[in-house]
């Protein structure tokens, strides 16, 4: 889950993918913060860098892979895989800008993000636990650190941010998954089953 992370081929037909994509989940983005504490400096994280990483396994040759995440199943075309996390993204970006539209006058927490705004529609599963509300508060500040970093939030005081009208981050995945789409959309995810 931090930047550094790598997916190992082994043998031409494996790869390992650990926590990169996960069957049934997408892969948490950690935040700058958290990943300093490892020694990894902010320019090495966030939420385009992980967008970027899915398309540069698009461009590899794996696609008769058979992929080993670090829990979960073990599956078929990898690419598939990426392109199903950049379609979650997708889902989740739109609820994520209906968030920030409501934040263009007054000003937004990572919280406020985190618990899905004024309608209360959480982006991240909450579920009714803690830890869960302390993973999607971690990965909404993520998400806050790259819509700052590309204009599409402005900090307007102490860890408040109000929505620039811009949809930069939105716009470089939408770009990264047409162009996914039109080279990788016939692919199919299929689920390895060991026969006995």
């Not at 031409?12 to 958290?34: C, E, K, Y």
């Not at 970027?52 to 895989?81: Q, T, W």
């Not at 529609?121 to 993973?135: C, D, N, V």
Request: charged letters at 25%; glycine letters at 6%.
């Amino acid at each position: 889950h931090i930047p550094g992370h790598l997916c190992v081929r082994v043998a031409r037909d494996h790869l390992i993918t650990g926590d990169m994509w996960l069957p049934a989940t997408t892969s948490t983005v950690t935040p700058a913060n958290q990943a300093a504490m490892a020694g990894i400096a902010s320019t090495h994280c966030g939420v385009k860098l992980y967008i970027d990483s899915s398309v540069r396994l698009l461009g590899l040759d794996v696609d008769d892979c058979k992929s080993y995440p670090s829990h979960e199943a073990i599956f078929e075309n990898p690419k598939r895989m990426a392109m199903r996390d950049l379609e979650i993204f997708q889902e989740r970006f739109q609820l994520l800008y209906g968030v920030l539209k409501e934040h263009s006058d007054t000003p937004m927490r990572v919280l406020d993000l985190a618990w899905g705004g004024e309608r209360g529609a959480p982006i991240w599963k909450l579920e009714s636990s803690l830890y869960r509300l302390l993973m999607a508060h971690d990965e909404a500040a993520a998400y806050v650190h790259d819509l700052v970093l590309l204009g599409d939030l402005e900090e307007v005081e102490p860890e408040r941010y109000v929505h620039t009208g811009r949809t930069a981050l939105m716009d470089h995945l939408n770009a990264s998954l047409e162009r996914g789409r039109e080279q990788y959309g016939h692919l199919e995810f299929r689920s390895y089953r060991h026969s006995s």
